[in-house]
C-alpha cells in the first residue's frame, strides 16, 4: 500500500513482552517484564524497533536469572538457598511492598520528555527513537501518592493531568487529583517540570483502608470526573499479602451489592459538586470521553458486570490448545452513557426523573436527595477506546476500539458512530490486533479525517504480524508494514508526531 505523506511520526507501543526468566514463570499476563516497539514513519516508509525496558526490576530478574521482585498477580519470594534469619529478614522488608517499576502499561508525555507508565508510584524516562531506558522517577518525591493511572489527560496547554491514592496518609486514604505544567519558569530552565507539580484537589476515599481501584477518569471543559466503583483494594490484605504467600491480585475485591459514585470536581473552584450522584455497581476501566451540554454532564466508559475480566489474563487460562473454552466472556463490556443534570431542579420531587436532554439515560432523586442515574446503552463488545484527542472533554461522534467477541482478546478494529449508532470493522482471519490509534490529517475539516494505527498479530505461524494503516473515514486499508519479528500483543501507546521529537543527535 502507501501511506499518507503527512503522516510523520513515531508509533509507540509498550506492553508485557517477557513471561518467563530461568525457570520461573509469572502467573499473569499483566506482569510480564516491559517490552517497548515503536513503528517510525518517514517520507512514506515505516521503520521499526523493539527494546525490554531496562527497569530496576528487570536488570535484578535477569541478573538473578529467576522472578525477585514481585508484580501484581506474582508476588517474588526470597532464594530457598538463602539462610533462615535472611529469609526473615526478607518477609519483613515485604511488608509496606516497594512497588515494582516495571513500567508495562502505557506512554505519557510530560513537558517535551517521554514515560514509560504502570499503575505503581514509579515511571521511567525513555528516548521515543532509540527506547533507551533513562532514569527512574518517584511520583512520592513530588506528591504523596502509593499508586496511580496510566491514563493521564492533557489539556490545551499542554499541562499533564493525573491522579493517585493517598494510602493512609495522616490518618487519611484520599484520591488526589495533580497537573504537572508543560514548561517550568524561564528562571528555572534546569529544574524539572515535576518540580512544579501541583495538586488541584482531593477527593475522601468513602473508605480508610478500602480504596477503590480505577484505570482512567474523564474531563470535560469544566470538570473533571472521578467514578469511585465498589472494586477496591483491600490494604491489610496487601500489606500482609507477602507474609500470607499470596498475590496483590487477591487483595482487590468487588462488591455486587455495593454503589458507584461519582465525583464532579469544578475545575474553577476545586470543589467537588456537592449533590451525590451514584449508580449500581460495576467495574470499569476506561473512559472514553465526556462533555457538557444543555446543563447536563455527558460521560461515556466500557463497564463490565463484575471482575472476571482480570481472571481470564492469568497464564493458566491462556493456553492456546483450550485458549476458546476456558477463555468465554461471563461479563460482556458494554459501552455506557452517563447523562447527569448538574443544573437541576433542587425541589424536585423524590423519585421525579431529572434527565431534560434527549437520551434513554435517567437521574432520579431519591429520598436522601441523592440522584440514582442510569445509563443509556450505546452499544456492546469493545474495549481499548480511542477518540480524536482533539474532541476530548467536547462533544464528539466517533470512536475507535477493539472488537471483542467470546473473548476478552480482540479479533476486529471497530468504529463506531455514537451519534447514528452504526458501526463499522476490519478484521482478517487469523489476526488479533491491537487498541487503534487516530492519528489526525494536519489539515483536517472533519473529525474523522485521518488515519487509524493498530499492530496485528496473527495465530498462523507461516505469516508475519503487521502494522496496519486504516482510513479512518472508510476503514478501508491504505497500506500496512510486515515485521519479521516475533511481535507481542501489547496494550496502549500513543503517536508521536515528527515536530514533539527532539532533534535526534549523532
Known amino acids: 500500500g502507501e501511506l499518507p505523506r503527512w503522516l510523520q511520526g513515531i508509533l509507540l507501543r509498550n506492553g508485557p513482552g517477557m513471561h518467563t526468566i530461568g525457570d520461573s514463570t509469572y502467573n499473569h499476563w499483566f506482569d510480564g517484564l516491559a517490552l517497548m516497539h515503536s513503528f517510525t514513519f518517514k517520507n512514506g516508509e515505516v521503520y521499526y524497533r523493539s527494546k525490554f525496558l531496562r527497569s530496576d526490576t528487570y536488570n535484578c530478574n535477569i541478573e538473578a536469572n529467576r522472578i525477585v521482585v514481585s508484580e501484581f498477580g506474582t508476588m517474588a519470594y526470597p532464594d530457598p538457598c538463602k539462610n533462615i534469619f535472611a529469609k526473615a529478614f526478607s518477609y519483613l522488608s515485604h511488608t509496606i511492598p516497594e512497588f515494582t517499576d516495571n513500567c508495562l502499561i502505557n506512554i505519557m508525555k510530560i513537558g517535551e520528555d517521554f514515560y514509560a507508565t504502570s499503575e505503581t508510584n514509579f515511571f521511567r524516562k525513555i528516548n ?9 522517577v518517584d511520583y512520592n518525591k513530588y506528591v504523596a501518592v502509593n499508586v496511580t493511572t496510566s491514563h493521564p489527560h492533557y489539556d490545551s496547554d499542554g499541562n499533564t493531568l493525573n491522579m493517585g ?10 484520591y488526589v487529583l495533580f497537573k504537572i505544567p508543560s514548561s517550568v519558569p524561564e528562571q528555572a530552565k534546569k529544574k524539572s517540570c515535576l518540580k512544579h507539580l501541583e495538586v488541584v484537589c482531593s477527593i475522601p476515599s468513602r473508605s480508610l483502608l478500602h480504596p477503590s481501584y480505577y484505570h482512567s477518569f474523564g474531563i470535560t471543559d469544566n470538570y473533571i470526573i472521578f467514578v469511585e466503583q465498589p472494586f477496591r483494594l483491600d490494604i491489610l490484605k496487601m500489606a500482609t499479602a507477602y507474609m500470607r504467600g499470596v498475590s496483590w491480585a487477591s487483595c482487590l475485591a468487588f462488591n455486587k451489592d455495593d454503589k458507584t459514585w461519582f465525583h464532579f470536581i469544578d475545575k474553577k473552584t476545586r470543589k467537588e ?7 449500581d455497581a460495576m467495574v470499569f476501566f476506561h473512559h472514553i470521553n465526556a462533555y457538557e451540554e444543555d446543563g447536563h454532564l455527558i460521560f461515556d466508559i466500557i463497564a463490565y458486570k463484575d471482575n472476571s475480566l482480570y481472571d481470564m489474563f492469568y497464564l493458566k487460562n491462556l493456553d492456546f490448545k483450550d485458549f476458546e473454552e476456558k477463555n468465554k466472556l461471563t461479563s460482556f463490556p458494554a459501552c455506557k452513557r452517563f447523562v447527569v443534570p448538574l443544573q437541576h431542579d433542587k425541589d424536585a420531587e423524590v423519585g421525579s426523573n431529572l434527565v431534560t436532554h434527549p437520551s434513554t439515560a435517567t437521574a432520579v432523586k431519591d429520598r ?12 456492546e463488545g469493545i474495549e481499548l477506546p480511542r477518540i480524536n484527542y482533539d474532541y476530548n472533554g467536547k462533544k464528539y461522534k466517533y470512536v475507535f476500539a477493539t472488537k471483542v467477541q467470546w473473548s476478552p482478546v480482540p479479533t476486529k478494529i471497530a468504529k463506531f458512530n455514537i451519534q447514528t449508532k452504526e458501526i ?3 478484521e482478517e482471519e487469523h489476526c488479533w490486533p491491537s487498541e487503534p490509534v487516530f492519528v489526525p490529517n494536519p489539515d483536517a475539516k472533519e473529525e474523522d479525517d485521518g488515519v487509524v494505527l493498530t499492530c496485528v498479530v496473527r495465530s498462523d505461524p507461516k505469516k508475519l504480524p503487521f502494522l496496519l494503516v486504516l482510513d479512518a473515514k472508510t476503514f478501508t486499508e491504505l497500506g500496512r508494514a510486515s515485521v519479521d519479528v516475533d511481535m507481542h500483543m501489547d496494550l496502549h501507546g ?4 515528527e515536530q514533539d521529537l527532539k532533534p535526534e543527535t549523532e
Open 128 to 136: 521515543p527513537q532509540t527506547l533507551e531506558t533513562l532514569e527512574k
Open 165 to 174: 491514592t493517598s494510602i493512609v496518609d495522616k490518618g487519611k486514604t484520599k
Open 273 to 279: 459538586v456537592s449533590t451525590k450522584f451514584y449508580t
Open 368 to 379: 436522601d436527595g441523592n440522584i440514582y442515574c442510569q445509563p443509556e446503552i450505546l452499544c
Open 424 to 426: 463499522i470493522h476490519w
Open 494 to 497: 500513543m503517536f508521536i508526531p
